[in-house]
């Protein structure tokens, strides 16, 4: 939770830092936002050990959840790579650029959730 107020008061600074360099010299701006994702998430990373432990936990009291933890991970990695790739395009003023990150991500996302979807239906399957 610590973590998560200083990357919000770090984005914060840096938004309205942004903002007044925008006007002069917009290519300094989207360095400056580049190198504060790259802040934030090292800060964040801290924060996933305890997201690992949870999951070491339950492959110990589950055996099968290791086919289905691994592509979840998957795509929520997926999920937050596409997220701030589009959004850091956006304030670059590359729309289209966004879109297509935000496409390349859905089909990354659904390509690794893919096994997982292969199973459940198999499983639906067996019980029909």
Excluded: H, W
Excluded at 32 to 54: F, P, Q
Aim: aromatic share 4%.
């Amino acid at each position: 939770m610590e973590t998560a107020f200083k990357a919000s008061a770090l984005a914060a600074v840096i938004a309205m830092l942004t903002l007044i360099i925008k006007r002069t010299n917009p290519e300094l701006s989207a360095l400056v936002s580049l190198a504060a994702v790259a802040a934030i998430l090292t800060a964040a990373v801290g924060a996933s050990e305890t997201l690992r432990e949870i999951l070491s936990e339950i492959r110990i009291l589950s055996a099968d959840c290791g086919k289905y933890a691994a592509p979840l991970m998957k795509c929520t990695a997926i999920s937050v790579v596409t997220k701030i790739s589009a959004e850091l395009c956006r304030d670059a003023s590359q729309s289209s650029v966004a879109s297509a990150v935000e496409l390349a991500g859905t089909m990354c996302a659904f390509a690794a959730a893919s096994p997982m979807i292969f199973t459940m239906l198999r499983m639906i399957g067996d019980m029909v």
